[in-house]
């Protein structure tokens, strides 16, 4: 074999760990990032989370050089670094510079977002108080354990009491029993003999649980039974039961004409009716020790200031962390021994994790800034106002990658006046109009949402019909598309909104 040299010219994109470290930051959601922080904090000497009073200590020294700020750590350790030379840039980190003046929105990521956020765009003073401490803490019951609980406090035998556990442990999360007695038996152990009598008064003693309806293996049942245990005096108490025990497919289909007719009920006689069985709950098991519901927290806050919108970021999600001067000031430069060669180290991860949070910071505010601005029609005027937006529009303006856009857009919340949302819900397809224009998938959502609000309720909207609205005003959406938005929306179709009021 004859052995030859050749030279071979190519391009070939190296995943540098900071590169690495970069993109996994960037992905990574605020609770995400504080643990991310707070474990490089564990295993770093060099880096240190800043509280908040040695963050009110370093706001009262002017110029103090442990600032927490990300561009005043990146200019400490460039003084600190003596190996500048030869360092990894990231591939998307073009564009860095400051954000400029004349952005169409104001934006600032200095200031500390002290309040907190809810979904009506108020803000409350967070209480750091104790109070309130078990109901932050403690676990919330589950719906078997409100029912074992009350199993515990009712006096029956044991071999009834094994009956009942065998019935808890087949209701369901929304209160409904899913099992028929002969499943329930065989169940039981043989040796006991329960029969199906006994087994049946065991379901009638759960089902005279709280909350009414718990138990029932139907919703024509589960409604019996709350209406069963409502005062005898109730008005059209006794009228329910007969339209839910004997009318219940016409009742369900909402067939109010053969309804009324075969109840021999008059029409108002008939709403009167149908109200007090609206009053009741299908599932009720549905809202009882559920799972622990988990508050959003925003990572961006959006507010009218002076007539401009506001961008700034919340300083809360943001992790405050800095190099430990301490430590730092223990490198010594022509040292190569083993422990001067580990400071070194961590104080480069040290200065490479800064500026990742920096760059982290950077593109969210700059991206939500441009979300902003090209959405204001939806901060001003509601969902029928939102744009068609993608994300390679975004990337354009703020010159980063579209999988940088998708990256920081994911599991990143922005608090508006209007609400808190996911930055991905301001990012939806278009439809063309018949006038050569484009409509955002979402405000068509909002127009249907409208359209079946102010609908007549004896005659609810077909599909076919707002389809055919639509295109009066000028929005060409075919039917089946009309279908898919609904559903999206949980409206039910035509003939189950059909109502007498």
Not at 66 to 71: E, G, I, R
Not at 99 to 110: E, G, N, R, T
Not at 298 to 311: F, H, I, L, Q
Request: proline share 4%; glycine share 6%.
């Amino acid at each position: 074999m004859k052995q030859t040299l050749s030279l071979r010219l190519g391009q070939q994109l190296a995943m540098t760990p900071q590169l690495q470290q970069a993109i996994r930051l960037m992905q990574l959601s605020s609770l995400e990032l504080q643990l991310e922080v707070r474990q490089a904090v564990e295993s770093n000497p060099m880096l240190e989370l800043v509280e908040d009073e040695d963050l009110d200590a370093e706001n009262d020294t002017a110029g103090d050089e442990a600032d927490m700020k990300p561009d005043d750590s990146a200019g400490e350790l460039d003084a600190w670094d003596d190996t500048a030379d030869g360092e990894p840039t990231l591939a998307d980190s073009q564009g860095l510079d400051a954000i400029p003046d004349d952005l169409p929105v104001d934006v600032s990521w200095d200031d500390v977002y002290q309040s907190s956020t809810v979904a009506d765009g108020s803000t409350t003073v967070r209480d750091d108080g104790d109070n309130g401490f078990e109901e932050r803490n403690s676990a919330a019951d589950t719906l078997a354990d409100h029912l074992l609980w009350q199993l515990n406090l009712t006096p029956m035998s044991e071999r009834d009491r094994l009956a009942a556990l065998v019935v808890i442990d087949s209701i369901d999360d929304d209160g409904m029993l899913n099992a028929t007695t002969a499943e329930l038996l065989d169940a039981m152990p043989a040796e006991l003999g329960f029969e199906a009598e006994e087994m049946e008064a065991v379901i009638k003693l759960a089902q005279h649980f709280d909350p009414p309806g718990i138990g029932a293996r139907d919703v024509a049942e589960c409604l019996l039974l709350q209406l069963e245990q409502l005062a005898d005096d109730t008005p059209w108490r006794d009228e329910a039961i007969g339209l839910v025990g004997d009318h219940f497919g016409l009742l369900a289909s909402r067939d109010f004409a053969n309804l009324a007719r075969r109840a021999k009920r008059t029409e108002d006689e008939l709403m009167a009716v149908l109200e007090l069985i609206r009053s009741l709950n299908p599932r009720p098991g549905a809202g009882i020790g559920n799972t622990n519901i988990e508050h959003v927290v925003p990572d961006v806050v959006v507010a009218r200031k002076n007539g401009r919108w506001s961008v700034e970021l919340n300083g809360e999600t943001a992790p405050r962390v800095r190099v430990n001067d301490t430590y730092a000031g223990l490198v010594r430069r022509a040292d190569s021994s083993p422990d001067n060669e580990y400071l070194k180290n961590s104080l480069q991860d040290a200065k490479w994790l800064l500026k990742n949070l920096e760059y982290r910071n950077e593109t969210l505010l700059r991206v939500a800034a441009q979300i902003v601005e090209r959405q204001r029609g939806f901060l001003e005027h509601g969902e029928v106002a939102m744009k068609p937006l993608v994300l390679s529009d975004i990337a354009d303006a703020v010159e980063r990658h579209e999988s940088t856009i998708s990256r920081v857009t994911t599991r990143k919340y922005m608090a508006t006046p209007r609400g808190v949302f996911e930055l991905k819900y301001f990012f939806s397809s278009h439809v063309a109009t018949a006038t050569g224009g484009e409509i955002s998938s979402t405000a068509i959502r909002a127009l249907i949402k409208k359209l079946t609000a102010q609908e007549n309720p004896r005659k609810p909207l077909s599909d076919s019909r707002i389809a055919a609205m639509l295109k009066e005003r000028d929005i060409e959406v075919a039917r089946r598309t009309v279908a898919k938005y609904r559903e999206s929306l949980a409206i039910p179709p035509s003939n189950e909104r059909r109502r007498l009021v």
